[in-house]
């Protein structure tokens, strides 16, 4: 059973930082593209953070290049979003996701994944 649990949010003023973890279980990170999500209330989820297969550097989109880094874990079966210099508009419910579907694909389109955790709240007060 496939299953992604992600932990780590929390609240912090602007200027802080955040590590997200999230542990796989179903399957190994390596097996699969896998990116970190966000949405904000009343806003569509937008991807911050996306690993391919085989594992390359990860790509990010320009809101938070420089200021977001994923890695990963291969012994802990986890991926992490570190995040730094966090704004406000960095809030929202942050989700781990993975594809298993061959082809091609948006690696920051969320119709584009099947796996979902159950997300982490990020709160960036100013």
């Known amino acids: 059973q496939v299953q992604l649990v992600e932990s780590g949010g929390g609240s912090v003023q602007a200027g802080g930082s955040l590590r997200l973890a999230c542990v796989v279980s179903?399957?190994?990170?390596?097996?699969?593209?896998m990116a970190w999500f966000r949405q904000a209330p009343m806003k569509e989820r937008e991807g911050v953070a996306a690993?391919?297969?085989?594992?390359?550097?990860?790509d990010y989109p320009v809101s938070v290049v420089g200021r977001f880094t994923l890695s990963q874990d291969s012994a802990a079966n986890t991926i992490y979003l570190q995040m730094h210099k966090l704004k406000p508009e960095d809030t929202g419910m942050y989700y781990c996701?993975?594809?298993?579907?061959?082809?091609?694909?948006?690696?920051?389109?969320?119709?584009?994944?099947?796996?979902w955790g159950q997300g982490t709240q990020v709160t960036v007060s100013s």
């Open positions: 996701a993975a594809r298993s579907r061959p082809g091609d694909y948006d690696p920051f389109k969320y119709q584009d994944y099947n796996y």
């Open positions: 179903g399957f190994t990170i390596d097996s699969y593209p």
């Open positions: 690993i391919y297969i085989p594992a390359t550097d990860a």
